[in-house]
């Protein structure tokens, strides 16, 4: 099992930055990957970046450019940094850890692009 907790989000202007943070305990050693996601209110879940055991990122496209995902392994920790921020970055972003097939969710943080 894997515990995930997410913190940074908030109400931001567009063109602004965020960063999103998860905590991960419990069975991390076996963890394959993390990664955000994001579900916008009458959307589906959708992938905004995963990063590997091997530190390999993929990013949805729209997202290139603006945000990077990192991971600091002696802390057990994942990263989101969110720059360039638009209405439609709006959110709740959900932290996902992968063991093989398993996967595992935070609560999820808000956050919200507005002026």
């Known amino acids: 099992q894997v515990q995930l907790v997410e913190s940074g989000g908030g109400l931001v202007q567009p063109g602004g930055s965020l960063r999103l943070s998860c905590a991960a305990s419990?069975?991390?050693?076996?963890?394959?990957?993390m990664g955000w996601y994001r579900q916008a209110p009458g959307k589906q879940r959708e992938l905004v970046a995963i990063?590997?055991?091997?530190?390999?990122?993929n990013y949805a496209d729209s997202v290139k450019g603006r945000f990077t995902i990192s991971r600091d392994n002696a802390k057990n920790m994942v990263y989101l940094q969110m720059n360039t921020l638009k209405p439609e970055d709006t959110a709740v972003y959900y932290c996902?850890?992968?063991?093989?097939?398993?996967?595992?969710w935070g609560q999820g943080t808000q956050v919200t692009v507005s002026s």
């Open positions: 996902n850890a992968q063991i093989g097939v398993r996967a595992f």
């Open positions: 990063i590997t055991s091997g530190r390999n990122t």
């Open positions: 419990g069975s991390i050693f076996s963890i394959t990957s």
